[in-house]
């Protein structure tokens, strides 16, 4: 389980301070596909750095397991963040690697012996439907065959936890439902919690069973996501639903 008590995070600059998130708090149940919506520059990409350690919470906690990641050092927080993938928005990957070669790159950093590794990287290029673009490299591939790079890659260290920043913002919507029916999979073949930061309602809609909605680096409401989107409770909710005061937007 991954418990967000109270998490707030403040960058300072020659301009001054800006609170990118602001006392959040909710929690994400292990099997959970959880979606984090909410407008741009809500706070949820920043969140979801908190989340993954790439940001360390000004104060606050995130418990993986019951553990404060923030309080962990040197190969603790290593085999920490290797329990959380991270597909990046705009997938990130090694443009001068093969596919085989991206999804190696953790597991050569994690000393994986070869044969292991070799053998690992081609279970995941067949579970992701890439196996006939091992030798590929990532311009010869289309956006969807990207992010399934970036999926794979992401769970070659067997996280508990795939945390994905807008997985289909760059994607036709054939190759959305692709990629969304791909991470449906890893969550019911391998067990693996999915986090999903998206401003998209219907993939939320499409895919997760709970969600958190952030406005303005606060959180807004959360819970099942039926429940959540047939009541929406807050204003923002509702705009993002296209619902303003019980009524649909023209």
Same mark, same amino acid.
């Given at each position: ?5 109270? =998490?707030?995070? &403040? ?37 979801l750095r908190c989340l993954s350690m790439l940001e360390q919470p000004t104060s606050g906690r995130v418990l993986l397991d019951g &553990? ?10 290593? /085999?920490? %963040?290797?329990?959380m993938g991270v597909v990046f928005q705009g997938y990130h990957l090694l443009m001068q690697k093969s596919v085989r070669q991206n &999804? /190696? ?11 292991? %590794? ?12 890439? /196996? ?15 992010? %399934? ?24 919507? =054939? ?27 219907? &993939?939320? %809609? ?45």
């Amino acid at each position: 389980m991954i418990q967000i008590e109270n =998490l707030t995070k &403040v960058f300072h600059s020659s301009a001054g301070e800006v609170t990118a998130l602001r006392g959040v708090s909710f929690d994400i149940e292990d099997g959970d596909i959880f979606g984090i919506i909410g407008m741009s520059g809500a706070g949820k990409s920043t969140l979801l750095r908190c989340l993954s350690m790439l940001e360390q919470p000004t104060s606050g906690r995130v418990l993986l397991d019951g &553990v404060d990641l923030a309080s962990l050092r040197g190969k603790q927080l290593l /085999a920490a %963040r290797r329990q959380m993938g991270v597909v990046f928005q705009g997938y990130h990957l090694l443009m001068q690697k093969s596919v085989r070669q991206n &999804v /190696a790159f953790p597991l050569r950093l994690a000393r994986v012996p070869r044969a292991e %590794r070799e053998a690992k990287v081609n279970r995941l290029l067949e579970l992701v439907g890439l /196996a006939d673009k091992a030798d590929a490299y990532p311009a010869q591939l289309s956006g969807g065959q990207c992010q %399934r790079v970036a999926i794979a890659r992401a769970l070659a260290t067997d996280p508990k936890v795939l945390l994905c920043d807008e997985p289909t913002s760059a994607l036709d919507p =054939l190759t959305t439902r692709q990629v969304l029916e791909l991470l449906r999979e890893v969550n019911h073949r391998l067990g693996v919690t999915i986090v999903v930061i998206t401003h998209e309602i219907a &993939v939320v %809609r499409e895919i997760c069973n709970k969600v958190a909605v952030i406005d303005a680096a606060q959180f807004a409401e959360g819970g099942r996501t039926d429940e959540i989107f047939a009541k929406p409770a807050s204003n923002i909710t509702r705009l993002l639903l296209g619902v303003e005061g019980g009524r649909k937007h023209a």
